[in-house]
């Protein structure tokens, strides 16, 4: 971003730091937390995820936004911000009002538990986004996730898994079969760009999660394509036109899955692996400059 259009989205603000983030990002993001009442990150969903983790673990009361800068920009997408030219999502983010938003919380064996702000997969779907060469995504920007991703998808095996949940009205979920993966959802897209929860809203008090079940090389390649197509499947439209068949999809607070063996994790582009997920909602956790109905 030029100096002279931060000067000119900033001017009024009390003080303003800007900071480039070395070799420990989320030390510095905690530092910077402690005394800044705003903290607005210039990344896609990586950086978005440190930010969020930063402020939740020290309990610093600071708001944080989003100015997108990175491949991705699935979060920044849902808040209609992903072609936005950095002063003008910056101007955004200065004039939005502060709203308590859902987060995605990750117990971990020790230590505190991880934040996603974004979305969550976990099984063989959330190691394509994870794979994707560093030479693709500087050629091919946003759409380096899209296509890499729907290659991948195309070859990896589904794996069994056990998936259980439970409702915002209490109502027990359950579902077990060989998958390609399970995602969980604060945002609606994921991957690049694929709309993989259309009924995803950020104060909502629950989550979105999508079970993509083995599929033949033809169903998966289309399926790729209609969760691609801009506004396709969304609710608002039609309810019944979500999920499209063979996927499960349900409205959950508190999820489950389990596997046999460790499978790939993906929670806003932090990867690892594990064996079981535990996803639980932590409404209004996060103060964030979005929109409204956002």
Request: with cysteine; glycine share 12%.
């Amino acid at each position: 971003m030029r100096d002279d259009a931060l000067d000119a989205a900033v001017r009024g603000c009390a003080e303003v730091r800007r900071h480039a983030v070395g070799d420990d990002p989320e030390a510095e993001l905690r530092e910077e937390a402690a005394w800044a009442d705003l903290l607005v990150t210039f990344g896609g969903d990586g950086s978005l995820h440190l930010a969020a983790n930063a402020v939740l673990e020290t309990g610093a009361d600071c708001e944080i936004g989003l100015v997108p800068n990175g491949t991705g920009n699935d979060f920044a997408r849902h808040l209609g911000t992903d072609d936005a030219a950095p002063e003008d999502a910056l101007a955004r983010v200065l004039g939005w009002p502060a709203r308590s938003i859902d987060v995605l919380r990750v117990p971990r064996p020790a230590g505190e538990p991880r934040r996603a702000v974004n979305a969550i997969s976990f099984g063989a779907i959330a190691g394509t986004s994870a794979s994707t060469p560093d030479a693709v995504k500087a050629l091919a920007g946003g759409a380096a996730y899209t296509a890499w991703g729907a290659a991948r998808a195309a070859v990896v095996g589904a794996t069994p898994v056990r998936v259980t949940g439970r409702g915002p009205d209490g109502s027990r979920f359950a579902w077990r079969g060989d998958a390609l993966g399970v995602v969980a959802s604060n945002g609606r897209f994921t991957g690049g760009g694929f709309r993989v929860a259309p009924a995803a809203r950020l104060a909502s008090g629950r989550f979105e999660v999508l079970i993509l079940p083995d599929l033949r090389l033809t169903q998966r390649v289309a399926l790729s394509r209609r969760l691609r197509r801009p506004g396709g499947d969304a609710p608002d439209a039609d309810p019944r036109a979500w999920p499209p068949r063979p996927l499960v999809a349900a409205s959950l607070t508190e999820l489950r899955v389990e596997s046999e063996a460790p499978l790939p994790l993906n929670a806003d582009g932090e990867s690892s692996e594990a064996d079981r997920l535990e996803v639980t909602a932590e409404p209004g956790a996060l103060r964030m400059r979005v929109p409204a109905g956002a």
